[in-house]
């Protein structure tokens, strides 16, 4: 894996390519995306490289040209052009990184803003001489790093093994019967021989992975349907964009204490805790991993059980960054994937967060004016400022008030050690007594109604 030890942090340069149908902006918006992927793992990037093709080089992914002016940029040659398209602060951090020492490299890294073919990262890899990882591979580094719980370890390993595995294969018979060594970074295999025997064991661990994720699944659901049991159903998940702002507003809602980082797939596990201030009826809250454009596919399905909270969840509050000028296409790329897990039918609470960073105010109220007349019912609001947390709390509260039932239950004098239970679970609306026991009028959860309803209802 990438060493974390040096205390240097690691320079990449990020290459793309531009197929036709890709707008400038899209180009742009999926370029920032990766630098800010490359900052999460802790990378400097100092260069950029983008070239229009018709398509990607089958051998090397870009075309020889700009193989060879990336070629000369890590290696310091004096090259008569210089990076296209690089960032303003490219300059300088060559410049610091590369010094007089022609000897000394500029790079440590390519990041290729696609998923390539273990080939073509072979030949890029050997072409320019520093290590390539591609989108999914920087992906899968940040989701193994991030990982902490044994579910989540256990997933991101099986995604992590379902990538490389082909790849083994790949380098095994691209380094011919030697089995060239190569450099140990990227996992794709420290210069082990890669025989029949690795695959096997590649097999193995991730089926012996599966299973205990299978028990953990187990033991997870039970206590789950458990806590729903004691808890009434009210559930609101919060999901979207990856760095949108859930933990914060999770944090916010429940007084918990979430991971917030400015970081991408900060948060790999789902939490769960009850809104605070209580409530009735009192809602569970959970907050969920980040969705990201071309999520690669092992880890949509390795993840689908933290996002089965979602599903599970009578409301999810779809939390978008309303000051990245990219808000529009995270927010189809979230309902996307909501959509492919099966969570279309669950109804929407659109939160448009940090609004504080849309400009001044002039025009974050003109921003939110524009928000509330194309997504009618949303919310538009900063994690930043309390009153915005109340208005959100309370429409939260409002949308599982809206399924309240009301009933009239007798608690005879002799059962009165369950007024607590009556008390926490539904709103007390008028109570009278006789010389039997007590009359309670309540509102509560339909569940949770009607279980009382079967001890109290006369
Ligand atoms: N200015 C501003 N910053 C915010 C607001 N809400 C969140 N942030 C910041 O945005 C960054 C990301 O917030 P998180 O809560 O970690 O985002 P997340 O959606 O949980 O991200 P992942 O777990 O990576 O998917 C943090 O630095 C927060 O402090 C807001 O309303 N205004
Ligand atoms: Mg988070």
Request: contains cysteine.
């Amino acid at each position: 894996m990438m060493q974390e030890t040096n205390q240097k942090p690691l320079r990449a340069i990020i290459a793309a390519v531009q197929i036709p149908g890709v707008t400038d902006a899209e180009l742009d918006a999926s370029l920032t995306e990766l630098r800010q992927l490359a900052k999460t793992l802790g990378f400097e990037v100092v260069a950029t490289f983008t070239q229009k093709r018709a398509g990607f080089d089958p051998g090397a992914y870009l075309g020889q040209g700009k193989r060879e002016e990336m070629r000369s940029f890590v290696r310091n040659e004096p090259a008569a052009d210089h990076p296209q398209d690089a960032p303003p602060e490219n300059h300088d951090a060559a410049d610091a990184a590369g010094g007089q020492g022609a000897s000394q490299d500029r790079a440590d890294v390519i990041l290729v803003d696609h998923e390539i073919s273990p080939s073509q990262a072979y030949n890029l890899e050997r072409e320019i001489g520093c290590e390539v990882m591609d989108r999914t591979m920087v992906i899968l580094e940040i989701f193994h790093r991030h990982a902490r719980s044994r579910a989540a370890r256990a997933q991101v390993e099986i995604a992590r093994l379902g990538y490389m595995a082909p790849r083994l294969r790949e380098a095994a018979k691209l380094a011919g019967p030697q089995g060239r060594q190569r450099s140990g970074t990227g996992g794709r295999g420290a210069g082990e021989s890669h025989t029949e025997l690795d695959r096997r064991k590649v097999r193995d661990r991730i089926a012996e992975l599966q299973k205990e994720l299978d028990a953990m699944d187990l033991e997870r659901r039970t206590q789950r349907a458990r806590r729903q049991e004691r808890q009434g159903l009210a559930r609101v998940a919060l999901v979207g964009y990856t760095n949108a702002g859930k933990s914060t507003l999770m944090r916010a809602l429940t007084g918990s204490e979430a991971l917030v980082a400015d970081k991408l797939f900060a948060t790999l596990d789902t939490t769960v805790r009850a809104l605070y201030p209580e409530s009735v009826p009192r809602v569970i809250v959970s907050d969920t991993v980040g969705f990201i454009k071309n999520l690669p596919h092992a880890l949509v399905a390795s993840f689908k059980s933290t996002l089965d909270e979602a599903l599970e969840a009578s409301l999810l509050a779809h939390v978008v960054d309303a000051s990245d000028p990219g808000f529009e296409r995270q927010l189809a790329v979230t309902e996307a994937v909501l959509d492919e897990i099966g969570a279309k039918e669950v109804p929407r609470l659109l939160v448009f967060n940090k609004i504080d960073r849309a400009g001044d105010e002039a025009n974050q109220r003109e921003r939110e004016a524009a928000l509330r007349a194309q997504y009618p019912g949303c919310i538009v609001m900063s994690a930043r400022r309390d009153g915005d947390i109340v208005r959100l709390h309370e429409a939260i509260v409002a949308f599982f008030r809206q399924n309240l039932i009301e009933a009239e239950l007798f608690l005879p004098w002799s059962a009165q050690k369950a007024r607590g239970e009556i008390f926490s679970t539904c709103e007390v609306l008028e109570e009278r007594a006789d010389n039997d026991g007590a009359f309670l009028r309540v509102r509560g959860e339909p569940a949770a109604v009607a279980r009382l309803r079967e001890q109290f209802n006369r």
